[in-house]
């Protein structure tokens, strides 16, 4: 009988897609998955959250950014931004679930790049990573009173990616940082995704993990986007899931290979809801 080769498996029109997506790095969508819970008490629940985190501001900022700032110990705020954003996170009804920890060995800094699709997330990826954490912000938080002074303290650098070269200096300090045995988080694509989005990526996060010869962390954050989406207008209480995907190795790679990999990491995490 003459042979039969196994012809591979078709891939429909949408695995194409998504894979085309994360080649060229283009916007991504997945189904969303909408709250049936009560919009009236979903706005009350984003007023308290937003009141909650107004007073821990007012309260405990001013004074612990005086009396650290005169005795010169402004990393002692650290643990009190840590405890403030686990007390916010409380008050919007948040519960945090991680998975992958095993996967970040002890004594390693790292880059972790992560989606971003709600104010919960920051929150969570500054608490929940188990590793001294700086993050890279947008710079419209420096205007934000007490939040916009205090950001320098605990290692949190402004972006603006309007100027290069305030940009680059942002990066190097992130860099000197890292130096000191910190790791960094850096919301990737640079602003919240609407609900069910994942947007094209910047490359800052993988240049500062090149420079500093650091593994890059994929982070997946799920259901905040239910919980306090862009433009929503509502927070509800639930569940965060954030998973920590297995860490990218950088050294000796093209920067795109490395947003590629990490892109797809984060996308096929999202896409299982």
Not at 25 to 41: I, V, Y
Not at 208 to 220: E, F, G, N
């Amino acid at each position: 009988m003459p042979e039969v080769k196994a012809q591979p498996a078709r891939r429909d029109t949408a695995e194409l897609a998504f894979d085309e997506a994360i080649r060229e790095n283009k916007k991504l969508s997945f189904p969303l998955q909408e709250s049936s819970k009560s919009r009236l008490a979903g706005k009350l629940r984003y007023w308290w959250s937003w009141f909650v985190a107004g007073s821990l501001l007012l309260i405990i900022g001013p004074p612990s950014l005086i009396v650290l700032g005169i005795i010169n110990k402004k990393m002692w705020l650290y643990p009190i931004a840590r405890w403030g954003a686990a007390q916010w996170l409380r008050a919007c009804g948040a519960r945090i679930v991680v998975r992958g920890g095993e996967h970040l060995p002890e004594g390693e800094s790292f880059v972790f790049a992560s989606n971003h699709r709600s104010y919960l997330d920051t929150a969570t990826l500054f608490f929940y990573t188990g590793k001294k954490l700086g993050l890279v912000a947008k710079k419209e938080l420096l205007a934000v009173p007490i939040l916009g002074q205090g950001m320098h303290y605990v290692n949190i650098f402004a972006i603006d990616r309007s100027n290069p070269e305030k940009a680059r200096r942002s990066m190097e300090k992130a860099r000197k940082t890292m130096e000191k045995g910190f790791s960094f988080g850096v919301f990737v694509e640079g602003t919240r995704a609407m609900p069910g989005e994942l947007l094209p990526f910047k490359k800052g996060a993988f240049h500062l993990a090149l420079q500093t010869d650091s593994r890059i962390v994929p982070v997946a954050i799920k259901h905040t986007d239910v919980m306090m989406g862009k433009r929503t207008g509502v927070a509800y209480a639930g569940t965060i899931e954030m998973v920590l995907l297995p860490p990218v190795e950088t050294k000796g790679r093209e920067l795109m290979d490395i947003l590629t990999e990490t892109r797809r990491a984060v996308a096929e995490e999202l896409a299982k809801r």
